[in-house]
């Protein structure tokens, strides 16, 4: 896995600030959204004999006038079958199927404990085409510390993306830092071009979720 590598192409045409160093495979690039700092970078979970594994994270945070949490799951097969129990059980854990939107939630389960508002959110257009284009991301929106009502996004991949068992929800990253330090110019070229055509747009699709996200949870009072 080349995370850094292929973050630091992107940073070069996107901007922001771009932190790694060479020995970890952690980047961090730091960018601006609303006078607000939308910082991308991978979480690492689990270890043992499998493990530590990796995922894509985006975090955003936003101001709520009243505590709010949401979680909207990746979209998973089973989904399906457990969204049609919610429907005749309603409310149980805190999940719900009732929103309004089945060409987006059939296959995410979603939790929250304010229905109505959730129902407002999930109205956006941009934040619903936001999450077809991302069906192997998860969202949650979080209360932060304080009374200032500092509430925390968080989109995360589902699929771990240094997993063997999986393409890590369609990220590429390749072997750019062996090319970059053994590599011929030709060879180091032909590595970015791949980065532009295939992490680009994967990762415009990532952060445009987390910025729907935001617009969403904002564009209603509470």
């Known amino acids: 896995m080349s995370w850094n590598h292929s973050l630091y ?9 771009f932190l790694a160093d060479r020995d970890s495979d952690d980047g961090m690039l730091i960018l601006a959204f609303k006078d607000h700092p939308l910082v ?5 979970e689990g270890g043992g004999r499998f493990g530590p594994f990796s995922y894509v994270r985006a975090r955003l945070p936003v101001a709520l006038a009243r505590p709010y949490e949401l979680t909207i799951g990746a979209e998973k097969a089973l989904s399906g079958g457990v969204n049609t129990v919610l429907k ?7 999940y719900s199927a009732d929103f309004g939107c089945p060409e987006v939630t059939k ?3 979603i939790r929250t404990e304010n229905v109505p508002f959730t129902k407002l959110v999930l109205g956006s257009l941009e934040l619903r085409n936001a999450l077809l284009a991302c069906p192997g991301d998860k969202v949650e929106v979080r209360p932060g510390p304080g009374d200032e009502g500092l509430h925390l996004i968080t989109v995360t991949t589902a699929a771990a993306v240094n997993s063997l068992s999986n393409n890590g929800g369609d990220w590429y990253l390749g072997g750019g830092e062996y090319t970059e330090i053994y590599g011929s110019e030709e060879d180091k070229a032909k590595e970015s071009r791949r980065v532009e055509k295939e992490f680009f747009p994967r990762m415009d699709r990532f952060l445009a979720l987390t910025r729907a996200v935001y617009s969403a949870v904002t564009q209603w009072p509470m």
């Open 107 to 109: 296959k995410r389960l």
């Open 9 to 17: 192409i992107y940073h070069k045409k996107q901007g922001g600030q």
């Open 40 to 44: 991308v970078d991978i979480a690492t």
């Open 88 to 94: 005749a059980v309603p409310g149980v854990a805190g």
